[in-house]
């Protein structure tokens, strides 16, 4: 049985040796050493890989966008990012032959600098297929329309006209420029009315005549009702009406309150009024009271500096006393006044002598005295 030899490393013997034990020795060593080796498996530093193999270990960068956490910033309008992804999101809608037609027309011809988006996208929920586009004046029953006359008078190019005037007043909720109607001669309003041949429109205001060839008036309808499939445009009279009703209600309620608070609150009463700011006037006077006398400074005895600061304090002492009577006073007196302009009758006796209001007014200029001399 012969065993695979190598070089002895530095734990091996520096010399030769002739002894067979030894040998034998060395090589069970070396032996043990190989099976170890080969059955441990030790991971590696490094790995060279080739560019065109896919690392699976490596997580893709999308991967991690999905597990990493983000910060989410706040939005500054609230429902403003939801709204702007609803407006670029491809809407499918349902659309009509001439819808498809009136599209592909206007982005053929190129006479034309202004593109017009179709009426159904600009609508954010989609309609349904059939439904019909009313104008407000349809709704009435004498309102002719103006595309079958438009077309009538194209296909016959005769030398007869007709006579329109509107069909409701500008007030009306189905006032349009095209709600008309036909009526001869007699019912005319002869200070607004139109009339129509396969030239174009006469319109007639007053003294003032504006003539609209055919074809123009009929691109200014088309044009008119292509801007009422917009909702803004067709909802504005609606809109508006709602708007100018809330502003009044808001401003009859307003003024109802403030009508309220002028009549019944504390600080808009005159007698009241002025009675809250003589008192605080004469607070404000009587917080800078002092109870010593510091005016003069000089070495005085013990008894008289006790001397003086007590003559300072029955000066004090005097002073509120009359502040208390001022004040008491005042308020009596406010009380009465606001009782007697509410229609209350304070003392029944003072009527009965003829005083009345006279007394009242009497105890006001006594207080507006007393006032002068307590704060001079």
Not at 86 to 114: G, I, N, Q, W
Not at 184 to 211: A, C, L, R, W
Not at 335 to 355: I, K, M, R, S, T
Request: proline letters at 4%; charged letters at 25%.
């Amino acid at each position: 049985m012969s065993f695979h030899t190598r070089p002895f490393n530095k734990h091996s013997l520096n010399y030769k040796t002739n002894d067979k034990h030894v040998h034998e020795a060395l090589d069970i060593c070396e032996m043990q050493e190989s099976i170890k080796h080969s059955l441990l498996c030790t991971a590696p530093k490094c790995y060279e890989r080739s560019p065109s193999v896919i690392p699976f270990h490596v997580p893709h960068k999308k991967l991690l966008e999905k597990i990493e956490s983000k910060r989410q910033e706040k939005e500054p309008l609230t429902g403003y990012l939801n709204r702007q992804n609803a407006l670029c999101k491809h809407k499918t809608f349902f659309e009509d032959s001439s819808t498809k037609k009136r599209s592909r027309l206007s982005l053929d011809k190129h006479k034309s600098k202004v593109l017009f988006a179709s009426p159904r996208d600009l609508i954010r929920t989609p309609r349904v297929v059939g439904s019909t586009f009313v104008l407000p004046h349809h709704r009435l029953p004498e309102v002719v329309d103006q595309a079958e006359l438009i077309k009538q008078f194209k296909e016959e190019k005769g030398g007869f006209f007709i006579y329109m005037i509107y069909a409701c007043p500008r007030s009306s909720e189905y006032y349009t420029p095209y709600a008309l109607k036909i009526v001869p001669y007699k019912e005319i309003d002869k200070s607004n009315f139109m009339t129509m041949s396969s030239h174009g429109v006469m319109q007639h205001v007053g003294t003032e005549v504006v003539f609209t060839h055919l074809h123009k008036w009929e691109l200014e309808y088309n044009m008119y009702c292509r801007l009422m499939k917009i909702k803004s445009f067709f909802n504005f009279r609606l809109w508006k009406t709602f708007y100018v009703w809330r502003k009044g209600i808001l401003y009859k309620k307003f003024q109802k309150a403030a009508t309220f608070l002028n009549g019944n609150l504390f600080m808009l009463l005159p007698s009241l009024r002025v009675a809250l700011i003589d008192i605080q006037h004469l607070c404000y006077v009587t917080a800078g009271l002092n109870f010593m006398d510091v005016s003069t400074i000089k070495n005085w005895h013990l008894f008289y500096f006790i001397e003086a600061q007590m003559e300072k304090l029955e000066m004090v002492v005097h002073k509120l006393k009359e502040f208390r009577e001022v004040v008491r006073e005042i308020v009596v007196n406010a009380c009465h006044g606001a009782l007697l302009a509410q229609g209350f009758v304070v003392n029944e006796y003072l009527l009965e002598d003829g005083q009345g209001k006279g007394f009242i007014f009497a105890l006001l200029y006594r207080v507006n005295w007393k006032i002068g001399r307590y704060m001079f």
